[in-house]
């Protein structure tokens, strides 16, 4: 099993935990959650003409995510102690998802704007995706909590560390905890991109 | 004219008229008609990498369609009869698209689980956009009525008849029978599904 | 540089302008930005079976995305100045975007329908996705300002000049004049569409 495989398992069970979390809120079905754990991955694949797509070419991933669901519809006091957890998996996710969508976007020969921007898409358009769903103002595409640069940013210096020949598990380790960290402290303290803001403060 | 051309011909024509009603309370233009028509199968398209897509290749069931949204607006009259029968093309066009798109799953060489997943994408994503675009909260992902759950039971249903190896006709009519009616009685009896609920009630 | 690249330049510059000018009002991140700038081409990519992606194979595109961009938010008065004249890059990007569209789909055989079609998803989708993303009911798929029938129409009149064998510049112009002054009157005196219309009215 490659290192890629095992970033890519981890990054689902992450993402679906924060799924099966984010269900407890919003009532979402099974295929709800398959959408907020495959969404960004799926788009990477479409965007850089990947086929299969990595959930049909590993079809143990989506029988994961409904072990995940039945267990988390049998256990539902856990679930409520852990909701309030919710930003764990998500900022979790997020950073695996992006190292391996980059590395795939590496893989590929994009160039490194590319490789990075297809990281941050893999890392945060199923949540966006969920977002869109669940009807809530998908919070990538608002100035705050800004979830999209977390991504990129970690994407960015993933790409770097590739050029710099790291090994690829020093470099991905990196990468996701820059996203993570990142993600954790934008939501704490609310940071906000200065880039394409209301000017009413002008 | 093969047996999956024809289901896909009835599939779109029965979603088209489920638009075609839907439109009429949601002031939806053309385009968001042609949406709810061919969404779930170009995604099942784009998924399993089929090109071209099924409306390309089949350039006349965009035309069907244009015809029936002409018709449509000439007959207001009809439209504001039949508009109590909504779930009954909703259902129908679930049906034949999931068939539809299990069969197409099952032509690719995909594993069982990946081709029930492929038609309830199918039967079911036209909707999931349509909504979405009409700004409601998409059925499909809440636990009430089982969209969903409907599709992906048929699809498997299908999946085992065809592994047995009964007529085509056969399986596809009963796959399709039993999406209908899961349907109609989900609506019904407000069915919910056990998985990934509120945990209130515990 | 072909004439096309030239007019899909130009349609992702006025694209994302008036994505830029609706981030003022609607709070959009820079990834909401590349959604409005990128997300119809990507769709007609995706549909064609275009790879790579328009903006993967001409990285520079994004680029000029980024950059106007961060003009924009360094900027804010001429921001502010400029807000009110928001429908004339929407209109301006919808129709190069219809040209380049329909142009990409004869490139690729496909029947006149489907070019026309092609170009209208090119010409509107960006922008219907962007209003998704900002959580209002996609104009688009409301009968009033007919934003996909304008779109449709530049497409039309551009496939038969093209049939006529007027110079590719010609064709272009006058494709792009007709979506634009098509979409500014209908929005001007609020034109809508007979079909699948409220029947209240009969």
């Known amino acids: 099993m490659s290192l890629l495989s095992v970033i890519e398992l981890l990054a689902v069970i992450a993402t679906a935990v924060y799924g099966i979390l984010l269900a407890v809120r919003k009532e979402m079905d099974v295929v709800g959650l398959f959408t907020v754990s495959f969404g960004g991955g799926t788009l990477r694949d479409l965007f850089l003409d990947r086929q299969p797509l990595f959930w049909i070419a590993h079809p143990h991933l989506p029988l994961v995510v409904l072990v995940l669901a039945i267990l988390g519809s049998v256990l539902p006091r856990v679930l409520n102690k852990l909701e309030r957890f919710l930003l764990l998996p998500d900022a979790l996710g997020m950073g695996l998802f992006t190292v391996a ?96 803001r209301l000017p009413d403060a002008d």
């Open 101 to 196: 969508g980059t590395q795939y976007a590496l893989d590929a020969g994009s160039p490194w704007f590319i490789c990075a921007l297809m990281g941050a898409i893999t890392g945060t358009f199923g949540g966006v995706i969920g977002d869109m769903l669940c009807n809530d103002i998908p919070s990538l595409f608002r100035p705050a909590p800004l979830n999209a640069t977390c991504s990129f940013a970690g994407a960015g210096v993933y790409v770097l560390l590739s050029q710099l020949q790291l090994p690829g598990l020093t470099a991905a380790i990196i990468g996701v905890v820059v996203v993570f960290v990142f993600r954790l402290v934008a939501v704490r303290w609310n940071l906000q991109l200065p880039a394409v």
